[in-house]
């Protein structure tokens, strides 16, 4: 893929050194990449100034919501270099959103080719700072200008970069609380659950409004049946039994598939067992209460392991989880992730890719 490099004069020319905590998903870099779908391929890959995109007021995307996105990170390792963690998963999953939403696949070549080339451009943006990542939002949404209901005929891709802090203010902090509760749902089967797909987060808004009413962070989403556990907000749930098994809930076409939860399955960790069922709501209130589950927290990107310590029903009954502390094995879990994202421990083969320098 030929991409064009329309760049600034004023590229910044010294490393990034934040006068102040950084707050994720905030800041933004100089550049970004462009590409475009004509109907037939993708064309005009370029990496340009960072600005507003132009699109027409009859867009497809801003009457029915053709838009996917996908989010990770890179990381600075002691020997200087950056290496992006699991792009390729990434890449992947944002073709099984495309294919859900009806909008073209992108090869996973060019979009690691495109990632690598912005994160290369932008490297002197990667934030010096305890905790700091860079993180990365590909993004594609339809253009056509039509008011017909159906999918639209050409397309923009994107990648921005923000360079973040830590999710967490303190790092890894506090358990947080999650109200359980049927009056909200967060995807229906045969939707577009399994997709990350941009309104599946907006419909989310309204239930941690809600949720925050009882001093709660977010909802853990039972499935539509109200039977089976499903999302813990934004992130996959899993919880930790006294056997030492961490169980996350099955992957199916109500659950976003996490790369994060995709890593810790894939792991092989002395004296835990790492593996997905389908959890049934009253058992799992059941087990918490006689202490069979010691812990639970939610697996995603931007915290990556976030703890949770206590549930609360709309009746306001609340059940703590153990002793509504981090728990050993969550330790371990987001121990060993950052350990291997930073460089500390060594990573499986293919997790994590060095970002050539080339510009």
Known sequence: MHIDYTLKSDRRTEQFVPTEQLIFGKTRTDHMFLMDYDGEQWTNARVVPYGDIAVAPGAVVLHYGQEIFEGCKSFKHEDGEIYGFRWDE??????ESAKI???PEIDVEIQLEAMHALMDVERLWFPEQDGASMYLRPFMFGTSDSLGVKPSKTYTYCVFLSPSGPYYKAGFSDPIKLLITSRFHRAAPGGSGAAKAGGNYGCSMRSIQFAQKFDASQVLY???TNQFIEEAGAMNHYHVTKDNEVIIPHFTDTILKSITSCSMLELELEGLTIRQEFIGFQKFMADIQSGHITECGGFGTAAGVSPVGSYI???ETTYTVGEGKIGPVTQRLYDTLTGIQ????????GWLQKVERKH
Do not use: F, T, V, Y
Request: overall charge positive; glycine content about 4%.
């Open 101 to 103: 939403m009806i909008m």
């Open 313 to 315: 029903l709309e009746n």
């Open 222 to 224: 039972l499935d539509a």
């Open 342 to 349: 930073k460089g500390s421990i060594k990573a499986p083969d």
């Open 90 to 95: 990434n890449a992947k999953r944002l073709n």
